[in-house]
């Protein structure tokens, strides 16, 4: 039958429909999962890592954070000569800024590709007549070092015990102290960072024309990202994303941000 719907079958088809619409409207949409959380190691390594905290290494999270939502990288504090531990008994899943013959040869990490070169260098207390041939030879020298820091001059041997006994070096928790220990004539050499001294001397200018720089490194070395092995997060997935990062010229902003490089 044909013709005009009547009122009765109107309101049997539309009620159930009006009924229905908040509750249809009130379902949440698909939601995404959370990030998987990843701990990311971080001791005192001007410039990468300050005391707050803070530094390169936060910046490069910041990086990761904003490029994928796949994981959020958060930092987690620890201390040079415990980091490996830490690491292995899972406190953190990685570690930034870190290259394998720093004591990590024999643990269970995985390392991404190099993505960063920095190097050591040696300052001494500027005084007439003193060139850079002042640093050909340590031996009979005082050097002064950072705890938990490993120097090619000492075989990467990172003992304050030996290196004391073997190399003259006394090591100690601050990089600017123990240039300022030098200008003060407290020690003859002090081994520091060079993308640390970049940044402190350019806050510096007094300072920087009390000291002379050794074009002599104790050591050039590549950053890479180190992994523990049974984590969700892997080197090959970090490689992509520094791959992305260096492609579209966000590392390099963070590099020049930071004083690393000119």
Same mark, same amino acid.
């Given at each position: @039958?044909?013709?005009?719907?009547?009122?009765?079958?109107?309101?049997?088809?539309?009620?159930?429909?009006?009924?229905?619409?908040?509750?249809?409207?009130?379902?949440?949409?698909?939601?995404?999962?959370?990030?998987?959380?990843?701990?990311?190691?971080? %001791?005192?390594?001007?410039?990468?890592?300050?005391?707050?905290?803070?530094?390169? #290494?936060?910046?490069?999270?910041?990086?990761?954070?904003?490029?994928?939502?796949?994981? +959020?990288?958060? /930092?987690? +504090?620890?201390?040079?000569?415990?980091? %490996?531990?830490?690491? *292995?008994?899972? $406190?953190?899943? @990685?570690?930034?800024?870190?290259?394998?013959?720093? =004591?990590?040869?024999? $643990?269970?990490?995985?390392?991404?590709?190099?993505?960063?070169?920095?190097?050591?260098?040696?300052?001494? &207390?500027?005084?007439?007549?003193?060139?850079?041939?002042?640093?050909?030879?340590?031996?009979?020298?005082?050097?002064?070092?950072?705890?938990? %820091?490993? %120097?090619?001059?000492?075989?990467?041997?990172?003992?304050?015990?030996?290196?004391?006994?073997?190399?003259? #070096? $006394?090591? /100690?928790?601050?990089? *600017?102290?123990?240039?300022?220990?030098?200008?003060?004539?407290?020690?003859?050499?002090?081994?520091?960072?060079?993308?640390?001294?970049?940044?402190?001397?350019?806050?510096?200018? *007094?300072?920087?024309?009390?000291?002379?720089?050794? *074009?002599?490194?104790?050591?050039?070395?590549?950053?890479?990202?180190?992994?523990? &092995?049974?984590?969700?997060?892997?080197? =090959?997935?970090?490689?992509?994303?520094?791959?992305?990062?260096?492609?579209?010229?966000?590392?390099?902003?963070?590099?020049?941000?930071?004083?690393?490089?000119?």
């Amino acid at each position: @039958m044909t013709g005009p719907l009547s009122r009765r079958r109107v309101l049997q088809t539309t009620l159930p429909l009006l009924f229905a619409l908040p509750f249809l409207a009130s379902r949440p949409a698909a939601a995404h999962p959370p990030p998987t959380i990843i701990r990311v190691g971080a %001791y005192d390594f001007p410039p990468y890592v300050d005391d707050s905290g803070s530094g390169v #290494t936060r910046g490069l999270l910041d990086l990761f954070n904003a490029a994928q939502d796949e994981f +959020r990288f958060d /930092t987690v +504090r620890t201390a040079p000569q415990r980091r %490996y531990d830490d690491l *292995e008994q899972g $406190r953190f899943d @990685m570690i930034a800024f870190e290259c394998r013959n720093w =004591g990590w040869q024999d $643990r269970p990490v995985d390392a991404t590709r190099p993505f960063l070169r920095d190097a050591e260098v040696f300052v001494a &207390r500027a005084a007439p007549g003193l060139d850079q041939r002042y640093f050909d030879d340590l031996n009979g020298k005082s050097i002064l070092g950072r705890l938990g %820091y490993h %120097y090619a001059f000492a075989g990467f041997e990172a003992d304050p015990k030996l290196l004391e006994q073997r190399h003259h #070096t $006394r090591v /100690t928790v601050t990089h *600017e102290g123990n240039v300022r220990s030098v200008v003060a004539g407290r020690a003859d050499l002090a081994i520091v960072t060079r993308s640390f001294l970049t940044r402190f001397l350019q806050r510096e200018p *007094e300072l920087a024309r009390q000291v002379l720089v050794s *074009e002599r490194t104790d050591q050039i070395y590549e950053h890479t990202i180190l992994t523990r &092995r049974d984590r969700k997060i892997t080197a =090959g997935w970090l490689d992509a994303l520094l791959d992305r990062l260096e492609a579209d010229g966000r590392l390099e902003a963070l590099w020049r941000r930071s004083g690393i490089i000119a």
